[in-house]
């Protein structure tokens, strides 16, 4: 086994490396590993009972379902028991299948939408995410459900009007050809009220509630951009499923789909319209090779579990971390929380692999470029316009918050407007094609990536009929990936964590770690505050 040698070839390798590995999102891991959960008190459920009102519907035995022309379709599983056989958590039946297209046909001069350089670095997989919507309407459930299913249609069929790109298909990695084929749309009945899903969920529960996945699932080339399942629960609850097309989405670019849909759902007339300018600013290569699949992507077993921080333990965390090496200001809760993590799952790595004083431990984090051009990019602009910061630690040394989270927000204010004007051009791709090299210290796993929809504003979409109780980001394919999301209420922390078995076994039992956060604690526990 290869080891790096030396701290300063370790760290010239994360600067010239970390953009490619944070523009690769993998493919879904076909094997992931129950978690355990911790079941919470009744009291949970009663203080919440308002928001989940609603009389049972009746499943029907005559369903109509319409099977895709165009595709066949499998739902991958992700649980396995010790003989190898599937395990069904959900009792979940899909009733019906179809292809949403947009309200009017696409003009035929916007045909062609041309990806961005960006884009072309994207791996061609789909990233899912979920959000729970409760009903609060006390009138016939079957009739709740009628209507918001006709609403949702017809609202995502007039947003891609807008939207238009995602009703296409990618083509050869350099444009989606928008032929208003529309997105892949699928509605389920789960045999379970929503307050009951919610009050012990976990990654591999909530898992079966996405959309199936074409059976060509290697390649997005020639697929849809975007595939959605509707989700009813027994009360009329809603779980709207959404798997993502990585060569037009990053999580910016899904706020304001998701945003423009739930405007159009509630009957607003003031529609968001996006920009389209990334791929003036990042012009593609027509001559850039299709990314092949990178070795930190899932080829084993992992296990992945949510770790909540809540606002008095933020609150603290943060006092306590205000004297740091870079200190300017203090520290934010996405800096507070992902210090504490990177050190647990670096000490996790170095207890079941090698380490010596010299070998590093690298965390890869996603950075919006909007707001950091000079001048800003449109806040409306979709598309992949993101780059990677990377920075590292020697776990075999003494790790302290302060200086991690000064490496971070160091590695992280590289990515300022002279980097990205770096980025556009010839010289942007040559400095791409070179990052394509994936980087020793990763080799052997020795990194996390981590990614963050912190005041996204996700938990402020309306449908229509309130507000979600939940929103929930799932790993696409990482072997070690953090991902940071709000919680409901309170200004807390949720980050959701893959490592392999061995790590997570380590990781979860961290006694700094579970001094700060809660192991898979309900989300219905933010709905009494």
């Not at 010239?16 to 993998?26: A, E, K, N, P, Y």
């Not at 210090?339 to 070998?359: D, E, L, M, N």
């Not at 791409?432 to 090299?437: D, F, I, S, V």
């Not at 990781?507 to 770690?513: A, G, N, S, Y």
Request: proline share 6%; net charge positive.
């Amino acid at each position: 086994m290869k080891w790096i040698s030396s701290a300063h070839k370790a760290t010239q390798r994360v600067l010239v490396s970390r953009q490619h590995l944070l523009l690769h999102v993998g493919s879904c891991p076909r094997y992931f590993h129950a978690s355990n959960t911790i079941r919470w008190s009744k009291s949970y459920q009663i203080q919440a009972s308002s928001l989940f009102s609603g009389r049972y519907y009746s499943i029907s035995a005559n369903q109509n379902v319409t099977k895709s022309s165009s595709y066949s379709f499998c739902r991958l599983p992700y649980a396995y028991n010790k003989l190898g056989n599937s395990i069904k958590n959900v009792d979940l039946e899909i009733i019906s299948r179809e292809s949403i297209k947009p309200a009017s046909p696409t003009p035929h001069h916007l045909r062609t939408f041309n990806l961005s350089i960006i884009d072309q670095y994207m791996f061609d997989v789909y990233t899912p995410l979920i959000l729970f919507l409760p009903n609060t309407d006390n009138t016939s459930v079957t009739n709740v459900v009628t209507k918001r299913s006709k609403h949702l249609k017809e609202a995502l069929s007039k947003i891609l009007t807008q939207f238009y790109p995602l009703a296409g298909r990618v083509k050869e990695n350099l444009h989606i050809e928008c032929n208003d084929e529309g997105v892949y749309y699928s509605e389920a009945r789960v045999n379970q009220k929503l307050k009951d899903f919610l009050c012990h969920p976990d990654d591999e529960k909530v898992r079966e509630l996405m959309p199936e996945s074409p059976c060509i699932a290697e390649s997005l080339l020639g697929n849809y951009v975007i595939r959605i399942q509707v989700n009813f629960f027994l009360c009329g609850g809603i779980g709207i499923s959404t798997s993502v097309s990585h060569k037009i989405f990053d999580g910016h670019t899904f706020h304001m789909f998701m945003k423009a849909w739930a405007a159009a759902a509630r009957g607003s007339q003031d529609i968001l319209s996006p920009n389209f300018v990334a791929s003036e600013i990042f012009p593609n290569n027509p001559h850039l090779e299709h990314p092949s699949p990178s070795k930190i992507m899932a080829t084993k077993t992992l296990s992945t579990k949510r770790f909540v921080f809540d606002s008095t333990t933020l609150a603290f965390l943060k006092n306590q971390l205000i004297v740091m090496p870079s200190s300017g200001h203090p520290p934010t809760r996405m800096e507070a929380t992902t210090a504490v993590i990177w050190k647990a799952v670096a000490k996790a790595a170095s207890k079941v692999r090698p380490f010596g004083p010299q070998s590093p431990h690298a965390l890869f984090s996603a950075v919006n470029l909007r707001k950091r051009a000079s001048p800003p990019l449109p806040k409306d602009s979709i598309g992949n316009l993101i780059d990677g910061a990377g920075a590292i630690c020697f776990p075999k040394r003494e790790l302290h918050l302060p200086t991690l989270i000064g490496e971070l927000r160091e590695s992280i204010a590289k990515i300022n407007s002279d980097h990205i004007e770096s980025m556009k051009g010839e010289k942007g791709h040559e400095i791409l094609r070179k990052l394509k090299q994936p980087m020793d210290v990763t080799r052997e796993g020795d990194c996390i990536m981590a990614s963050s929809m912190l005041n996204s504003g996700m938990y402020n979409l309306d449908f229509g009929w309130g507000k979600p109780v939940w929103f929930y980001i799932m790993n696409a394919g990482f072997d070690r990936f953090l991902a940071l999301n709000e919680t409901l209420k309170g200004g807390g922390v949720e980050a959701i964590v893959t490592l392999s078995l061995e790590e997570m076994e380590i990781f979860e039992r961290d006694p700094e770690l579970l001094s700060y956060a809660t192991v898979n604690p309900s989300p219905l526990r933010f709905l009494k505050h």
